[in-house]
């Protein structure tokens, strides 16, 4: 069975300043996708970036990118410039391909001080 | 990407009742997904909805606990059933969103259910 570990329960950082969530996953599978989600206080839960196992290249979505290591099995987001609106809950998470099945780590709560 | 309403957002409900909450999509999907999210913890699958067809549930979600239906393609509703405080919860639909290359999943807004 797939598990994802989130080691960092709380993290926080400065405005402006960069920070990294770490994220390991467990799998017997090669092809897979990786999900980082954010869920502030309203509940809502918020796609912030996605990968593809097949593929090598780190996914970017502006300030947010991650480091993709496979053979490691480690998912890490980092946040550059981090905004006070930063601030909230992020779930790594994992699905099988063909499975439409989501499964979440214990999320790390990020705050981000002025 | 598609635009999920969830509602209630929030509810106090006495132990014993049962409670439904709605799942609207503003496009047709194949299949809906339901998560609890209990307070402090992740969110965990309980089933998965599909037009026509009963629900599959996971490991530790039983049907008469949590009936789901699903009558349409943009419609979906869970109940939870005979409710005990232990099932306050932040409850969840999901769907998957394909197409232009993306592939994920979007979340409606969450019912915060508190059983007393």
């Known amino acids: 069975a797939q598990t994802v570990t989130q080691s960092q329960p709380e993290m926080s950082v400065q405005e402006a300043e960069t920070v990294t969530l770490s994220c390991t996953y467990d799998t017997s599978e090669s092809n897979y996708y990786l999900f980082w989600y954010k869920q502030p206080p309203s509940r809502q839960m918020i796609l912030v970036i996605r990968?593809?196992?097949?593929?090598?290249q780190n996914a970017t979505e502006n300030r947010f990118s991650v480091n993709f290591q496979k053979a490691a099995k480690s998912f890490s987001l980092k946040i550059s410039d981090s905004q006070l609106g930063d601030t909230a809950m992020y779930f790594c998470?994992?699905?099988?391909?063909?499975?439409?099945?989501?499964?979440f780590g214990t999320g790390t709560r990020l705050q981000v001080f002025p | 990407s598609a635009v999920i309403s969830q509602k209630p957002s929030r509810d106090i409900c006495q132990r014993g009742t049962s409670l439904t909450i709605q799942c609207q999509v503003d496009?047709?999907?194949?299949?809906m997904f339901w998560y609890r999210q209990q307070p402090g913890q992740s969110l965990t699958l309980i089933a998965t909805a599909n037009q026509g067809s009963e629900a599959t549930y996971e490991s530790g979600f039983v049907i008469d606990k949590f009936p789901i239906s699903r009558p349409n393609l943009t419609f979906s509703t869970l109940t939870v059933s005979n409710m005990s405080p232990e099932d306050s919860s932040i409850y969840l639909c999901s769907v998957v969103i394909t197409g232009s290359g993306s592939y994920g999943y979007t979340f409606g807004s969450g019912t915060r259910l508190t059983v007393v």
């Open positions: 496009s047709q999907v194949t299949m």
């Open positions: 990968q593809e196992a097949y593929k090598q």
């Open positions: 998470a994992f699905m099988k391909h063909n499975t439409d099945k989501l499964i």
